[in-house]
């Protein structure tokens, strides 16, 4: 809309500049004293480079490493970088190759800070590890190569192998499996005992996993990967957890076949500190049980093992990794949905519950830590959009907002040093960029490091609308959080203005929240300038609500959101500036597969859809995520047939965009692929696009600026 803004948007400002650029701080590892931090920098002439800062004036106490130092050569970069736990030694990560979301090959370097002599982990710069890790003394890092477990001896440079039957797309040992990554956030599986004695890995079986292959194109002959990837119902790797003695060089396993139920997965292993105690978290395949079994190995072969932690549920747990063991052995802090609403509980190391810290109806979200005062810090959510940082006792009887209310709303989240003597504070409203400050543990400022003047000015020059929250009753008496981007005047110039739905509407992701969202933002603003009002709605299912509402949808995932969506819809069409016969839907993942289900369950509905990478028939989904919320396809035929958007595609209307990555390893083409055939054999008309060797994030060069551009047009033109 000309003249309707001093600056108008385009997809090119957005995607291909850096006009919209925020400021970033990228803090690196606080160090032991709890007073100093680290970020890595670079210049021409050191290359890249360590500092080490103090928070308490943000003076820079000197230059620890840098490529100079490492390499003697200041074109070669650090990819990442880690500490010993005495800090004498760093770990330098350099040419890190992706292998899928989270995990990564990498060359690694160990440099001695004392001595400054550097040298290679492996033999040679030709291969590459992954999770190397240093031992608690410093003097041995363990590490992943091959699918084996090795140990490399520092000081007697030597190298023993502690397994030596991984093999690609069979054993791993000592990282997880595609889908343990994905879906219970683990790359890294094992562990060092606190003595540096032993090492707990789990041994993943993947042999009966079938695989999944996708083709890469750009060579004369595409390129054929094939990994183990376990659809809903079908098999998954069979894991086991042992135990390595680095000394008797002994590998023992801890014979969960006893409890086969029970520990079919295995999300979390941790060691309890200054003991021989291994804590090993147990999940029936229906993941509605969770166990917490305490093995004590002072003596590898005769073990005891106790029950230190169990909990049911009539549908799921979710495994986070809130969970702190308390010093002078008293006990562990962890959180549950037990009572309806994520909380913190205390119990001591027999398993015995001591109390429940928190309590109320709101969530507790990540626990940072605890200070030498026995004091917990921890972040919740705050009127169920917004976040904030609080502080209590291990009693629960002092209860205080560590920053919350001091500010007018807004997401907050935090860093804290060791110790827990300062914290970084990030913050953002829906409607302002992130800053990013320095406090202590008082919670007063020490200092700003990063304000965004300069974005926050270019959303001014750019006239960007305001963001406004509403809630709404549906008819079933629920209410629903959402949010409203419409044009200047809109609201009385006596229009009708066509509106997107924008959604994503899934376990484990709002949309709904009081937190600057960078592009996405500024793309909406980009349709608000196109005269589009763009709205958002976080359905049943979502989280930050309690367990009954997140739990809503369990055995019928997709049914109560899409009526969500389609009241929302009608909802909408109720206001006199919103052209009822003009509401689009778009969504990516599973907003894809929410938009495909709103585009033929609810086809009278909704005007036109883009759904991108969408989820359209369960059974092609990873086991772990899918079987959470709706069981097995052999239990739940129903669940998954009646909410699969492939089985429904003969109710299809209005207009449809159909977008996928051919190299997504997560919501695999095929879904793609199968929706096409339907929609065809229903000769349905359609628009479907395809991002050649794309994987789910779809980006990459000019990709981003392509997608969005696509889907921009796709818009004006169902205007």
């Not at 928070?55 to 620890?64: K, L, M, P, R, T």
């Not at 205390?346 to 398993?351: K, N, V």
């Not at 095929?670 to 994987?695: T, W």
Request: with cysteine; hydrophobic share 35%; aromatic share 14%.
């Amino acid at each position: 809309m000309k003249g309707w803004s001093q600056k108008e948007l385009t997809n090119e400002l957005i995607w291909a500049t850096g006009t919209f650029s925020s400021e970033r701080f990228e803090q690196g590892p606080s160090m032991n004293d709890g007073l100093h931090y680290t970020l890595q920098k670079t210049n021409k002439t050191l290359g890249d480079y360590i500092v080490k800062y103090a928070y308490a004036n943000g003076d820079s106490v000197g230059v620890i490493a840098s490529s100079m130092s490492i390499f003697h050569d200041a074109s070669k970069g650090f990819d990442g970088y880690s500490f010993s736990a005495d800090e004498s030694k760093l770990m330098i990560e350099t040419n890190n190759k992706p292998l899928y979301r989270h995990s990564y090959y990498s060359t690694y370097f160990i440099h001695d800070l004392k001595t400054q002599k550097t040298q290679l982990l492996l033999e040679n710069d030709q291969e590459q590890a992954r999770n190397a890790t240093f031992s608690p003394a410093g003097n041995q890092v363990a590490y992943v190569l091959n699918n084996n477990l090795y140990i490399f001896n520092i000081d007697q440079q030597s190298r023993t192998a502690v397994t030596q039957d991984g093999k690609w797309n069979h054993i791993i040992n000592g990282a997880a499996d595609w889908v343990y990554e994905e879906e219970f956030a683990m790359t890294e599986a094992f562990a060092w005992s606190p003595d540096g004695t032993k090492i707990a890995y789990l041994k993943f079986d993947e042999s009966a996993v079938p695989e999944y292959g996708m083709d890469l194109y750009g060579s004369l002959y595409p390129d054929r990967v094939t990994f183990k990837y376990p659809k809903a119902g079908e098999n998954n790797s069979v894991v086991d957890v042992c135990v390595y003695d680095v000394n008797a060089k002994e590998n023992v396993s801890v014979a969960l076949s006893a409890t086969p139920n029970q520990a079919y997965y295995i999300p979390r292993i941790k060691w309890q500190p200054e003991s021989s105690n291994l804590m090993v978290f147990t999940m029936p395949r229906l993941q509605n049980e969770l166990n917490i079994l305490k093995y004590n190995f002072d003596n590898l072969k005769n073990f005891q093992v106790s029950t230190l932690f169990h909990e049911t549920s009539k549908t799921y747990i979710d495994i986070t990794d809130n969970f702190l063991f308390l010093n002078k052995n008293k006990g562990i802090i962890l959180t549950s949905e037990q009572n309806g609403y994520q909380h913190i509980y205390h119990i001591d190391y027999d398993g015995k519950l001591l109390n429940q810290i928190s309590k109320g109806e709101w969530e507790v979200n990540t626990i940072y830590g605890i200070d030498s005062d026995n004091n917990i810090y921890f972040s919740a959510t705050e009127n169920t959009i917004g976040q904030g940082i609080y502080r209590v006792n291990l009693k629960g009887t002092k209860f205080e907002p560590w920053m919350s209310g001091k500010y007018a709303g807004g997401y907050y989240d935090a860093s804290f040093s060791k110790g827990m003597q300062f914290f970084i504070l990030t913050h953002s409203t829906a409607n302002t960029p992130t800053t990013i400050s320095l406090h202590n543990n008082k919670s007063e400022l020490v200092r700003m490091l990063v304000k965004n003047q300069t974005l926050q000015q270019r959303l001014t020059e750019y006239n960007c609308v305001k963001k406004e929250f509403f809630q709404f009753q549906m008819t079933t008496g629920t209410k629903l959080n959402g949010w409203m981007m419409a044009p200047d005047g809109a609201k009385t110039d006596g229009k009708k203005h066509p509106v997107l739905l924008t959604i994503y509407g899934g376990p484990g992701r709002n949309t709904v929240v009081d937190q600057f969202e960078g592009r996405t933002y500024l793309w909406h603003q980009l349709l608000v300038q196109q005269g589009y009002i763009v709205v958002s709605v976080d359905p049943r299912g979502t989280q930050f609500r309690g367990r009954e509402f997140k739990h809503a949808t369990y055995m019928q995932l997709g049914k109560l959101e899409t009526e969500d969506f389609i009241e929302t819809a009608k909802f909408l069409q109720g206001f006199p500036f919103v052209e009822k016969d003009k509401i689009s839907i778009q969504g990516w993942s599973f907003g894809g597969y929410m938009t495909s289900l709103c585009m033929t369950k609810g086809a009278d509905v909704f005007h036109a859809g883009i759904a991108v990478a969408p989820v359209t028939n369960w059974k092609y989904y990873d086991s772990i995520y899918t079987e959470r919320f709706l069981r097995t396809p052999q239990e739940n035929k129903a669940g998954y047939e009646e909410n699969s958007p492939v089985n429904f595609a003969k109710d299809l209307k209005g207009s449809f965009l159909l977008i996928h990555g051919s190299a997504d390893d997560n919501v695999h083409y095929q879904n793609s692929m199968d929706f096409a055939e339907a929609l065809i054999q229903q000769n349905k008309k359609f628009d479907f696009f395809s991002y050649p060797n794309k994987n789910h994030g779809i980006s990459g060069g000019k990709t981003r600026l392509h997608l969005f551009q696509k889907m921009t047009d796709f818009l004006i033109e169902n205007k």
